[in-house]
């Protein structure tokens, strides 16, 4: 079946450091990628997606970049800010396109201090 | 637009009780799904909708029931409540179109079974 396994929290940064989150997944065909990101007390928001291999998405200073070959979509931002404190969350879907539900991976925390 | 919104916001509930967890969307969207999130890991789905008249069971439907007589409404069920439903649970939706996997969540609903 689908999986989407990421690397375990917390993560613990100083301002202005560099940020990855691991992400790799296991599935068949061509799904699409999701990064969520929950604020403490909040629902799930969407931060970026790629649809295709190859494809970069990236918002409010986050990237990844759909890795077919390796199965991975990778999180990154350059200079992570105190506000970037929140659970991330690595997600896909398409292969079951009756229904589109998301599978989720266990997420990570990332706590940044000033 | 109010996009997702779920009621109540916290509940207690004793072993045995029931209850519904209400579930709103405005943005005329189609599909709508109910996730359940445990400690430290990734959301799990319980049901999904796609469309009014029509649902389906997630991941993990066992102790849940939903209805969809609406486009704007997914409300679920919990019949005999257990301290394993002890959870947070996000409703989500999503457009129909032939590429559109986003999905909207709402704030969530935090219960907990004693």
């Known amino acids: 079946g689908n999986s989407v396994t990421q690397m375990e929290g917390p993560v613990t940064l100083s301002e202005e450091a560099f940020l990855t989150i691991n992400c790799t997944y296991t599935?068949?065909?061509?799904?699409?990628l999701f990064w969520y990101v929950q604020y403490p007390g909040e629902g799930l928001q969407l931060l970026l997606k790629?649809?295709?291999?190859?494809d970069k998405g990236s918002n409010k200073g986050f990237e990844a970049t759909y890795r077919k070959e390796t199965t991975s979509f990778h999180l990154e931002k350059g200079s992570v800010q105190v506000s970037d404190s929140a659970v991330y969350f690595c997600a896909l879907t398409g292969l079951d396109t009756g229904r589109r539900a998301l599978t989720f991976g266990s997420g990570t925390r990332l706590q940044v201090q000033p | 637009n109010a996009g997702v919104t779920q009621t109540p916001k916290f509940r207690i509930l004793k072993i045995g009780q029931s209850m519904t967890l209400q579930c709103t969307q405005d943005m005329n969207h189609n599909y709508m799904y109910w996730y359940r999130q445990d400690p430290g890991m990734g959301l799990k789905l319980i049901y999904y909708?796609?469309?009014?008249?029509?649902?389906d069971k997630g991941e993990v439907p066992n102790g849940y029931n939903v209805s969809r007589s609406t486009t704007e409404d997914f409300p679920l069920r919990l019949e005999l409540a257990a301290p394993s439903q002890t959870s947070v649970y996000f409703c989500?939706?999503?457009?129909?179109?032939?590429?559109?996997?986003?999905?909207?969540f709402g704030p969530g609903t935090r219960l907990t079974v004693t």
């Open positions: 909708s796609v469309g009014a008249g029509i649902t």
């Open positions: 989500a939706s999503s457009y129909s179109g032939p590429s559109s996997y986003e999905q909207y």
């Open positions: 599935a068949t065909g061509y799904p699409s």
């Open positions: 790629a649809t295709k291999a190859d």
